[in-house]
């Protein structure tokens, strides 16, 4: 192969390579692009989780999940299933179910967090 002075665009992605330079180069990912696709993508979103259809709010009382979608941390959150409990707001089971998936997976596993004019951004009009 020819040695050339390569210039700065030569580093790019875009450039061909030399099928047996590139699995030097890049011996996994030259791998991967050789095995079967393990990963179907079947279906995508166009929109934004909380861009759904706008309701009608009035007479709407909030869930346990509203209130903890509006936490910072998982100690809020904890608080929040802790009042609704004692208050019997909510039952000791789906209390416990709701403490169960925070220490998994975390405060943002119940949704986006519903910052300060959610509702009336989300509101028939």
């Excluded at 009608?56 to 346990?64: A, C």
Aim: charged share 45%.
């Amino acid at each position: 192969m020819d040695k050339k002075k390569k210039r700065p665009v030569d580093e790019f992605p875009w450039q061909e390579y030399d099928k047996e330079e590139f699995k030097e180069k890049y011996p996994h990912l030259a791998k991967e692009l050789d095995e079967e696709a393990e990963l179907v993508i079947e279906g995508y979103r166009t929109k934004e989780e909380d861009e759904e259809e706008p309701m009608d709010f009035s007479g709407y009382n909030p869930t346990v999940i509203d209130f903890i979608r509006r936490c910072e941390t998982d100690e809020e959150a904890l608080e929040i299933i802790n009042w609704m409990e004692d208050h019997g707001e909510i039952t000791p089971e789906f209390a416990k179910e709701l403490r169960i998936k925070l220490v998994k997976e975390g405060v943002r596993s119940f949704g986006s967090k519903k910052e300060w004019g959610w509702y009336e951004r989300h509101r028939k009009r």
